[in-house]
């Protein structure tokens, strides 16, 4: 999924109780203001106030993902045993991570070897931010980005060989960031919705391409 994440579903009729935390950024210790933080098996979403600190209200026992992602940090996620009788405290340090440049091409020693990326290396991320306007959209967003990563990667018979081309690299880097992208305008912009199964949206192909990129050693 866009977590690859699983939850188990919340008891009924339990006893409710908090949430608390705060995100801050791993190197220098501040607080990182405006961050989702999304509770992951319930509808339940809070944002980072200017001192990092966020609250979820009401929340009832069961395991939970609690996970946030903000534009320019690796997404940081725990899984949560909330008991119902005490509230949870729950901090996050998150990473930053190299952006894209605003243009990334396929080289021709690249395009010799046969790979055929369904999505455009080319686009910025800012042509990427104007396209994800729906679910749907954010769906077969994602899901080219991973394709290509899949592509590039398999190029290569193993990790050695691919750690060797440094252009290969980059050009992951640069697709990885794509998807930090597309993740974070997605989560941000629907939230749950992206977890619901639709005609053009099926979480579960997310999961399952993330799966393989991480089975080849390329961390999602």
Known sequence: ?????????????????????????????????????????????????????????????????????????????????????????????????????????????????????????SASQDSLRSELKTVCACFESVVGILNDAILLRKKYENAEQYQRDREAVEQMNALLALWRTAQYHCLTGFGTELFVDSACNRPDKISDLRKELDSLGIDT
């Open 1 to 121: 999924m866009w977590l690859m994440l699983f939850v188990s579903v919340p008891l009924a009729e339990a006893q409710t109780v908090r949430i608390t935390g705060t995100v801050q950024d791993a190197q220098v210790g501040a607080p990182i203001t405006g961050a989702p933080v999304y509770l992951i098996g319930s509808t339940g979403v809070a944002v980072t106030k200017e001192n990092g600190r966020f609250v979820l209200q009401d929340v009832q026992a069961g395991t939970y993902i609690l996970t946030v992602v903000y534009e320019g940090y690796a997404s940081e996620s725990d899984t949560l045993v909330v008991s119902g009788e005490a509230d949870v405290e729950n901090n996050f340090r998150l990473n930053p991570v190299r952006a894209a440049g605003e243009e990334v091409a396929i080289s021709p020693q690249t395009r010799d070897q046969g790979a055929k990326p369904n999505f455009a290396l």
